[in-house]
């Protein structure tokens, strides 16, 4: 999604429920510090919001929700979540990122900050989650050092911390795993992982007498 279509699912919001302010907490998020960022590292087609004055109007936004005639006609939606929808580290309304201004007829958005939405994302764990998360480790989106230091302030069981910071670990040095999630511009294409295709010349490397049986059949 692009952010003008975040506007209009702002200022949708702001119609149906008379709020002003709503908080952002899904990937869409990203547009709080990058309102620019390309399409394919943003493909979801909803905007995770709570009403973050009155939590009980967020239930209001199903109006235009998944399968709502907004959906229908416009190809994206709102999806009314509250606090409790995400994992997130201790203090994180604090770091909340303003919406840069938009069409949003004064409705303003707060966003969560990138390596607060990075945690949620490593916590749910989904395999659109550890895509999206890679992706933002390979941008230079977010940073090894600040997600290790908000994974211990987030309030997971022990199993689920080192679930996550072995996958955080991945992401940052992908030339030393092998199962991790390839490139959002990979997937769908029916390219191979970018770490599988470097192991795979490392192989060549090492095996030359390999290469030569392939170039003979």
């Known amino acids: 999604m692009k952010k003008q279509q975040v506007d209009h699912v702002l200022r949708a919001a702001g119609r149906i429920t008379g709020e002003r302010q709503f908080i952002i907490i899904g990937s869409q998020s990203l547009h709080g510090k ?12 909803e905007v995770d919001l709570i009403a973050s004055k009155t939590a009980d109007r967020t239930e209001w936004l199903n ?5 709502s005639p907004f959906h229908e006609t416009f190809g994206y939606y709102a999806d009314p979540v509250d606090a409790s929808t995400a994992t997130l580290p ?4 604090g ?6 201004p938009g069409e949003t007829e004064g409705v303003k958005g707060l966003c969560l ?5 990075a945690i949620a994302k490593y916590a749910a764990a989904r395999e659109k989650d550890l895509i999206f998360t890679r992706e933002l480790a390979r941008r230079g ?3 090894e050092e600040r997600l290790l230091s908000l994974l211990d302030q987030t309030p997971v069981d022990r199993e689920v911390r080192e679930r996550m910071r072995s996958q955080i670990a991945g992401d940052f040095h992908a030339e030393k795993e092998v199962n991790v999630p390839p490139r959002l511009d990979e997937v769908g ?3 191979k992982p970018t770490r599988t295709r470097a192991l ?3 192989d060549s490397a090492q095996n030359p007498a390999n290469d030569s049986d392939n170039d003979t059949h």
Do not use: C, M, Q
Request: glycine content about 8%; proline content about 10%; hydrophobic content about 35%.
């Open 141 to 143: 989106i977010v940073f």
């Open 113 to 117: 900050e990138p390596h607060d939405l």
């Open 189 to 191: 294409r029916g390219r």
């Open 34 to 45: 990058y309102p620019d960022l390309p399409d394919e590292i943003l493909t979801s087609f």
């Open 63 to 67: 109006v235009i929700g998944i399968d």
């Open 200 to 202: 795979e010349r490392n």
């Open 95 to 100: 770091r909340l990122v303003s919406l840069p």
């Open 90 to 93: 201790r203090g994180w309304k």
